[in-house]
């Protein structure tokens, strides 16, 4: 049974400093164990302080206020374990990439992308093309998702591809000659300005080597880019090794999207990745057996209608 003491005290501490995302050598916060032994109550309190520290730490960012700038449990790990290490990566674009069985790898063995990831994808595309015909995807990686919107027959396609290997890739298999294929080669950050208002009933993103900041900024770019109605999905990898981060993180990203004028639901589905689909890869980056589908369908914009969107996935068991 909880005490009153013990919310006080978790309220006190919380004020007064102390980090809510501090990890023992067990990879375990305070969340984990208040999680772990049914205290509900200390829960809430610590998911509620944690969601405002992050969600002021996003605005910091996107005003491009330095000094207010700290680091996010989303992008940061103090451990020295490689499987701890950040997963953002400045040098990527510049260093070469290789396809390697079913696997996309970085020079240092770690995977860019995996075919595991398959009936994910499979599942993402579904959500946004559900009666949606003008697709975006930023990251084309090993063209998983993009094969698989294209069996839905979209009105047009567009691929945002940052990386020079992958895209010799994509153009020695005939995606740049695709009649209803657009591919924009570049970061996204300096290419989604090309992409035209209204003009997407669809978007996924899953980029690589970018981080929690980067997936906040593109954000910014849906009400723009995404007519009324239309629905946006993300790969959702973010915090993939502690679950009580991965649920701040995707509250985070809730919040985030709510205030873009977005309806967002995380459509739970189970996933078992099997320990020799890592095999030959440096580090693991999912390590649930879950996962939960973004399903973010953009309401109205200023007067211009509002259409809902549909497709919230029932949970299902992928493997």
Sequence with gaps: MLSCSSTLYTKFFLTNGAPWNAVCKKNMCAGNYASDGGHQEVVNIIVDHATKCEMLLSQAILNNDKKNIVPSVVDTKEETDVSAQKCTKDEYLSRSVRYEGDNLLDGDNDAVMMEWERPLMAEHA????????????VGFGMGIIDSILQ????????IIEAHPDVYAKMKKDGWCDKPNVTVLFGRW???IGKVTANSLDGAFFDTYAENHTDLTE?????PRILAPGGVYSFFNGLC???????????????LELESLDFEVEFAGCEIQVKDEAWEGVRRKYWHFDFYYIPICVL???GGEGEEEGQGAGKKQRIE
């Design 126 to 137: 579904k959500i946004i093309c559900q009666g949606k015909k003008r697709v975006l995807n």
């Design 299 to 301: 309401k109205s914009r």
């Design 151 to 158: 069996t839905h027959e979209p009105t047009h396609h567009t």
């Design 240 to 254: 993939p090794d502690n679950i009580f981060f991965h649920g701040v993180a995707c509250q985070v990203i809730k």
């Design 218 to 222: 593109f954000h910014q770019h849906l």
């Design 189 to 191: 950050q300096d290419v």
